[in-house]
Each structure stands twice: as C-alpha cells, then as structure tokens.
C-alpha cells in the first residue's frame, strides 16, 4: 500500500488549494478513503471522509461548507478540494483509510497566512 499526498502550499486567509492523494498496491475503487491533518503540537485529526462509490461523504464541523471531498476511481487518486482557508487549516495533510494503517504517506503542509 502506498499513499503519496501533493498540492499543498502556503496560502492567504480566504484562498484556495486543492490537494490530490494518489493511491496504489490496492483496490482503491472498493475502499473508502479518509483525509487527516496534524498541526504543530497537536494530535492527528479525521478531516473529511468519502465512500468507494464517492456518492457518500462526511466532513468533520471545522471544515464543513468550505472543503469537498472527491475521488476518481480511474485514475486511483482522492482529492480535497479546500475553500475559504483559515489559519487554523495549517497542518499537515494525509490521506488514508477510514481505519488507518499503520503506513503513511509524506503528508503534504498546507500553510495558510492571516
């Protein structure tokens, strides 16, 4: 199993990013998938869920409204889609299963500016 995340950057209050999670070594089109982020100092936390058909999601209440969780089953890659950033966004990103395993990706930080 491997997960690579990408597309973070650092970013002003009220912007936007879009961060991708490509996935291999699985059937990714029969797994829901989760994104996760950790700030600085604090524990890993569930961000937004999405199921194997995408047609079902959950979004934790911090970020529900702004970001949207997709997948393309095709091409084996999840996306989050994130809008209106606030400084409390900043953390690393990953994406992995909903009951993650122990492997994780590099993460991708997403940094964004007051």
């Known amino acids: 199993v491997q997960f690579v995340e990408s597309g973070g950057g650092l970013v002003q209050a009220g912007g936007s990013l879009r961060l991708s999670c490509a996935a291999s070594?699985?059937?990714?089109?029969?797994?829901?998938m989760r994104w996760y982020r950790q700030a600085p100092g604090k524990e890993r936390e569930s961000v937004a869920t999405?199921?194997?058909?995408?047609?079902?999601?959950h979004y934790a209440d911090s970020v529900k409204g702004r970001f949207t969780i997709s997948r393309d089953n095709a091409k084996n890659t999840m996306y989050l889609q994130m809008n209106s950033l606030k400084p409390d966004d900043t953390a690393v990103y990953y994406c992995?299963?909903?009951?993650?395993?122990?492997?994780w990706g590099q993460g991708t930080q997403v940094t964004v500016s007051s």
């Open positions: 992995n299963y909903p009951n993650p395993i122990d492997y």
């Open positions: 070594g699985f059937t990714f089109s029969s797994a829901a």
């Open positions: 999405i199921d194997y058909t995408g047609r079902f999601t």
